[in-house]
């Protein structure tokens, strides 16, 4: 009877554990996902919507080309030089299959890192780039600081694994995010396939496809990038835009990623919603010292657009952040202040105010001594 009620308990323990387990992932959210570490971020107005273990440091494969290209990309818009491939460049692993003597443009480098995912690629643009792994290791640790990656240590352009070479859910967010403000590389990413000409073998043209399953697999998906090796488990950045709402989802170690994407992707697109143009009649006069008028119109410079909870039945409020005073001489579309736009307690948006018109500099009229002055100055020149 002891094995018994022992045995009972054992269960009992263990179904305990799972539920609790359970409830902490779905209770709150009605999310479920398979990543060991997850997050889903709002880019319209930098905010978390869903996450498990964000901010653990973790290994993140492949993602890593993420930070690669984009600095690739961004070197490739000041100088789009030849790169020829050498020895050196060579790396294990994924491949866009570049040989010793292949000569390309260090754009076609990002287009084989985001799509078949190139170790070899990635080793190509670092070291046409920097010298080295090593000094564009610094240069990407130097733009993860600009980004405010505050838990992320680069080692390797490829993503293969070190143990100094780690980043978080939350920390991948904020490098998708800031890499999607790339004309070149929101372009790229979301290609499902993209092609790549050769200058040398002449004339040899090929075309990769990307590794990105999400962009067929889910409509509303804009992009991002796969990892995978033994220790980090299956790694997956992506984006997803719908009605207005920019999102983006990362998981790390996650057995059952696409499904993780979507789940999280449904939940967030049920949760916000997209508030165009709220402010649009908003405008007023400020008062202006020593100027040809003593006011000018003030506006918002852009459509004040934001997202909030979908079932949100507060609207916004404005908060105006300008001088008492301005002074002259003004230029049309000057910036002057701000307005701060709060939806349920919490800032939304930031726009600019400007002047809706120029005003001149009004001179000080003289007094009646200051006259005679002039006067008596111009008989005796």
């Not at 997850?38 to 919507?49: G, Q």
């Not at 002449?202 to 220790?231: A, E, P, V, W």
């Not at 008062?287 to 918002?300: C, I, L, N, S």
């Amino acid at each position: 009877m002891k094995w018994w009620l022992s045995v009972t308990a054992c269960v009992i323990l263990i179904f305990a554990v799972c539920f609790s387990a359970a409830a902490d992932n779905d209770d709150k959210t009605g999310v479920s996902v398979s990543a060991h570490c997850a997050v889903l971020y709002c880019a319209n107005n930098n905010s978390v919507v869903f996450e498990k273990n964000a901010d653990k440091k973790m290994s993140m494969a492949s993602t890593t080309k993420i930070m690669t290209s984009l600095i690739t990309l961004e070197n490739a818009q000041a100088n789009d030089k030849e790169v020829t491939f050498t020895k050196e460049m060579i790396a294990e692993g994924s491949s866009m299959y570049l040989k010793e003597g292949y000569k390309l443009r260090l754009s076609d480098l990002a287009t084989g890192m985001m799509t078949v995912s190139g170790n070899d690629a990635a080793n190509a643009a670092a070291i046409s780039i920097a010298g080295s792994v090593g000094e564009f290791s610094k240069l990407m640790n130097e733009k993860a600081k600009q980004i405010g990656m505050n838990s992320t240590n680069f080692v390797t352009p490829s993503g293969l694994d070190d143990d100094n070479h780690y980043s978080t859910a939350h920390d991948m967010a904020l490098l998708m995010n800031y890499a999607l403000s790339n004309s070149s590389f929101a372009e790229l990413t979301a290609k499902k396939t993209a092609g790549v000409t050769f200058i040398q073998p002449k004339d040899m043209t090929i075309s990769y496809r990307n590794h990105n399953r999400l962009l067929s697999l889910y409509q509303y998906c804009t992009g991002g990038k796969t990892g995978f090796t033994k220790k980090s488990g299956r790694c997956l950045v992506t984006s997803a835009e719908k009605d207005g709402v920019r999102l983006i989802a990362v998981t790390l170690n996650a057995p059952d990623d696409w499904n993780d994407h979507i789940n999280m992707y449904n939940y967030g697109f049920s949760r916000l919603t997209a508030v165009k143009n709220a402010d649009k009649d908003f405008s007023f006069k400020a008062d202006v010292v020593g100027g040809m008028t003593d006011t000018v119109g003030v506006r918002p410079a852009a459509a004040v657009d934001y997202v909030k909870q979908a079932d949100s039945e507060s609207g916004i409020s404005r908060k105006v952040i300008i001088n008492n005073f301005l002074y002259a001489p003004l230029e049309k579309g000057q910036v002057v202040g701000r307005a701060e736009y709060y939806s349920d307690g919490k800032l939304v948006c930031t726009i600019p105010l400007i002047t809706e018109k120029a005003v001149d500099y009004r001179e000080k009229e003289k007094s009646f001594f200051e006259n005679i002055f002039d006067w008596c100055a111009g008989i005796f020149k």
